[in-house]
């Protein structure tokens, strides 16, 4: 099914109810360029897009638990019945025993990492590197504010085109990233920060939903060769904002190839991908900046580790891995 305004409707109803399956990337749901799959009598939908033959999903089924099994069986079907292969990425553990249970082949794929709130100080010897980059900045000139995205667009457009430039013309991602605009931009937060009023860098914000509801650290973006510590202090400020409005988390997203542990991994799962994506992780920078990532999120002491995963339905396959990565526009 196409995107319609009562269809973001009823996906984001969805997503706000159902959170059986605790996925803190939830609101990734209602990313333009998605498509959803609904079956009538059953209370949920399914989160995917299509490239070449294969069919990757987004998340488990944002469902009632009732109709979990039933709308994820119906999903299934409809992609085997046209000929394609599914493969099922950001699944949480719940959703990894239920696929499991029904023969497909799962292996943790990363892990996303959370900090509660009401826990966090940046005060101690663990932080004091990042205390001095924020303070740094902050000496730079940079000013931090909570802005609408109708009053800083074309700024935004700068940055992007600059650091996407510094990345050697790399492609936008999408799909397990969050967006900047459309029908559901009022949902999410955008901090933007500032030297000599030119702006330099922003993060935005996306809801989480579930046992572990507040904020994501979601699209982050800088000009290149600027002042240090302007990611970590338009972080820092934000934290302080959300926090002062009882806001419990902050997520940082997932990473894939990061958190890897044998013991995440459930029965049926394939050693030798398991074995892949530790290279990956140790190797792989090419593909994606794993290691980079990690060392960002870990910075700020996360107190929680959750691991995610990836579903083949049968075998896992090189192929299906890789459409992951051109549903996302890697490549």
Not at 63 to 75: G, I, K, Q, R, T
Not at 79 to 105: I, N, P
Request: aromatic share 10%; glycine share 10%; net charge neutral.
């Amino acid at each position: 099914m196409t995107q319609s305004p009562a269809l973001l409707d009823r996906v984001l109803d969805a997503v706000r109810r159902h959170t059986v399956a605790d996925n803190p990337s939830s609101f990734l749901a209602l990313n333009k360029g998605n498509k959803f799959f609904t079956t009538p009598g059953l209370d949920g939908v399914v989160i995917y897009r299509t490239t070449g033959r294969h069919v990757v999903q987004f998340g488990g089924p944002f469902s009632a638990v009732e109709a979990y099994d039933a709308l994820l069986d119906a999903f299934a079907q409809h992609v085997r019945d046209r000929g394609h292969k599914l493969v099922a990425v950001q699944l949480q553990t719940y959703d990894a025993h239920t696929y499991a249970r029904r023969g497909f082949t799962v292996n943790q794929l990363g892990a996303s990492w959370a900090i509660h709130l009401s826990e966090f100080t940046l005060s101690g010897s663990r932080f004091m590197q990042l205390r001095n980059k924020i303070s740094r900045a902050h000496h730079n000139g940079l000013q931090i504010q909570e802005v609408a995205v109708d009053d800083v667009r074309d700024a935004l457009a700068r940055i992007d085109t600059a650091w996407l430039g510094s990345k050697g013309g790399a492609r936008p991602l999408e799909f397990l990233v969050g967006q900047i605009g459309g029908s559901v931009q009022a949902l999410r937060r955008l901090f933007v920060g500032t030297i000599d009023h030119d702006p330099v860098a922003y993060i935005s914000y996306s809801p989480v939903y579930g046992s572990r509801a507040g904020w994501m650290h979601d699209l982050s973006r800088r000009v290149p060769g600027g002042s240090p510590g302007l990611m970590e202090a338009i972080n820092a400020q934000a934290i302080e904002t959300l926090r002062s409005e009882g806001a419990n988390w902050l997520h940082f997203g997932f990473t894939p190839f990061t958190g890897l542990d044998a013991g995440h991994e459930v029965e049926g799962h394939s050693p030798a991908f398991q074995w892949l994506l530790q290279t990956l992780f140790a190797e792989g920078a090419a593909l994606y900046p794993a290691q980079t990532q990690l060392s960002y999120k870990k910075k700020w002491g996360p107190q929680e580790q959750i691991p995610e995963y990836v579903a083949f339905d049968g075998p896992a396959s090189l192929s299906s891995f890789a459409h992951i990565f051109r549903a996302c526009n890697a490549f």
